[in-house]
């Protein structure tokens, strides 16, 4: 079955601190891979999406992600958080544009 | 930018009573969805829409779910008897043209929907 593990359910951190949030996803073949955002009271908005070609891929606010087919995984990065960037972040994949799929979510507090 | 709107924002109902929420995809999007995300909880698949019938759906999507594309325009979740564990926060969300479909979904605000 296809499925997306997010290893952090809830990660703090303080400003400046570097962030890395990890996430396997589970499917033999080829994958478009994304990672959602969601702030306090809004809807989830894209942060990055992979779907071929350099594996690190950059999205908005200073995110990055890096996708390693060896190892299934799509972690995220960001060098230096700040409080804006307080939110819940998800993990998703999807496989010849069908269903997207989704971790269970990463809860991130950035302490001013 | 375009946008996906879900309407209403916030529904109370008492159990049993039959919901409907609605959604206006992106105008020139061809996939749609509902998803739900009971409250701290991960965001759950539910359905998928193209060409006017359901592409897939979840275990989920039980006999009392249904959706339907009644225009043009909007894309709507019916739920004919709601039930306690059928509150949650429902987003619509649409993906796909003509020329490029990746999967990426545009995600609507959400409807939250509370069984009294």
């Known amino acids: 079955a296809q499925s997306v593990s997010q290893h952090n359910h809830h990660v703090i951190l303080s400003e400046a601190a570097s962030l890395e949030l990890g996430c396997n996803y589970s499917?033999?073949?080829?994958?478009?891979l994304f990672w959602y955002v969601q702030y306090p009271g809004q809807h989830l908005q894209l942060l990055l999406k992979?779907?071929?070609?350099?594996?690190l891929v950059k999205g908005i606010k200073g995110f990055e992600a890096e996708f390693i087919k060896s190892k299934f995984s799509f972690n995220l990065r960001k060098p230096s958080v700040q409080w804006s960037d307080t939110a819940e972040y998800f993990c998703?994949?999807?496989?010849?544009?069908?269903?997207?799929?989704f971790g269970d979510g990463t809860t991130l507090t950035v302490k001013p | 930018e375009p946008e996906v709107t879900q309407t209403p924002s916030h529904q109370v109902t008492q159990m049993g009573q039959e919901v409907i929420l609605r959604c206006v995809p992106i105008?020139?999007?061809?996939?749609f969805y509902w998803y739900r995300q009971i409250l701290g909880q991960k965001v759950e698949f539910l359905v998928s829409?193209?060409?006017?019938?359901?592409?897939?759906k979840s275990e989920i999507f039980d006999d009392q779910f249904s959706v339907e594309r009644p225009d043009g325009s909007n894309f709507t979740l019916k739920i004919r008897s709601t039930k306690l564990e059928d509150s949650a926060m429902y987003f619509c969300?649409?993906?796909?043209?003509?020329?490029?479909?990746?999967?990426?979904?545009?995600f609507g605000e959400g409807s939250r929907l509370t069984v009294l």
């Open positions: 969300a649409s993906s796909g043209t003509s020329t490029s479909n990746t999967g990426e979904l545009f």
């Open positions: 499917y033999g073949g080829t994958v478009n």
């Open positions: 992979y779907f071929s070609g350099d594996p």
């Open positions: 998703a994949f999807n496989t010849n544009a069908g269903k997207s799929t």
């Open positions: 105008s020139n999007h061809l996939y």
């Open positions: 829409f193209y060409n006017n019938e359901i592409s897939e």
